[in-house]
């Protein structure tokens, strides 16, 4: 029903997510405090900093879950506004992943893929399923696609949940702390296939803690806190020489044991 | 004083339930396409039909139902229109069944996580895709026990009708009542009567409860 509605007025040479200057409150609290990042093409970004950083916030205003109140979001060019009436063809093209898999309990796993294929691009039932088996195998859980969710491991529902979002083929993926709510044995698997998407040069932003994906994968590591970006820069930089104290101090932290 | 054998007092009594019957499919059906308006109402943006909900919601949980049968029977022919003792019964049992579905549906829809709807709409989906696909068939495994159980109360209910002269179960008990003097016999019977059709649908409700709750 949505397949034939008017496309984006997408520009292919901005930024595939451009922030500017992003203020958000709740209430009293401030959220999120002039945040700006570009994200081009093709580029991997993690982003890392303590609980209540703002981190999840900033990526949840990337696909309008959450709305910001000041400043500008542009995805490719078209900005989202408040009263934009198509947010949904951004959700489209923009995948996320969540710390809570969120995969739909009451379908199968075949079913949970083909859904948002079916009812919001119009795919016809056959093509939306061999696409959907396509990136099971890419997963490799392609065995469990007539399972329910709670048949399922939660590294492999997130796994799952990676291959939803793949199967409308989006152009950027936001990660929202993936791998946080797995257990350690799990973890693994679950990177070993973020992996193999930055391998292919998937535009990813991805809230994560776990910094040896950051140092193998990223292009560019952010570090926010209280609401600010503090630091924006490669990995090796990054990790090795950050020019704030306060990104040294939770590197500190989180390394130094 | 008619002299009436238990057997034909029943069968006098059974020819007037299917009115009951009917009453309580005509209120459980309005109600529950009511309900379901009312519901996506609620949660469509913009919110000002989410007010409309919870005062019409509010309205009909905080007054009588005899007093809504009574607006409905002796209201709405000064608006001229001609409404029969089924009508009148038929529409106030449909407004209130609404009210009370739809506050019931709500808990179960508000039972399903935040985070169903996040991942619904980060793939695109629009209110009525996430509503039709995610949302309802989850919220309806939940709503089915207290929804059998609101229909007991329904089929209760109709017996109100009886006062604005519509010919149910308790009113063909008023009647044969009347000419047999019976009282307890007739009303004993009557009683029976709404246990048996009571108590399949309780039944049902505890099964259903167990079962949705293993395969949860």
Known sequence: MNAHATPLPIDANAPMVEMRNVNKWYGKFQALKNVSLAVAKGERVVICGPSGSGKSTAIRCINWLEHHEDGQILIEGVELTPGFKNIDLIRREVGMVFQQFNLFPHLTVLQNLTLAPRKVRGIGRQEAEETAMRYLKRVRIAEQAHKYPSQLSGGQQQRVAIARSLCMEPKVMLFDEPTSALDPEMIKEVLDVMIELAEEHMTMICVTHEMGFARTVADTVVFMDHGEVVEVAPPQTFFSAPSSERTRAFLGQILGH | MISLSVVDIL??????????????????????????????????????????????????????????????FFGLPLLGIDVSPLLAAGVALTLY????????????????????????????????????????????????????GFLVQLVKSTALASIVGFNELTKAGQIVTNATFQPVVVYGLVAVIYFCMCFPLTYCARMLERKLSISR
């Not at chain 2, 009917?22 to 309900?35: Q, R, Y």
């Open chain 2, 11 to 72: 069968g006098f009594l059974l020819a007037a339930t299917r009115w009951t019957l009917l009453l309580s499919v005509i209120a459980f059906v309005g109600g529950g396409i009511g309900a379901l308006l009312l519901l996506l109402l609620r949660y469509a943006r913009p919110a000002v039909g989410a007010r409309f909900m919870s005062l019409y919601v509010e309205l009909l949980q905080g007054t009588p139902l005899l007093l809504q049968l009574f607006l409905v």
């Open chain 2, 97 to 148: 069944a609404s009210a009370f579905l739809a506050e019931i549906w709500r808990g179960c829809v508000d039972a399903i996580g935040r985070g169903q709807w996040d991942a619904s709409a980060s793939l695109g989906m629009k209110f009525f895709l996430q509503m039709r696909y995610v949302i309802l068939p989850q919220a309806l495994r939940i709503a089915v026990p207290p929804t059998v």
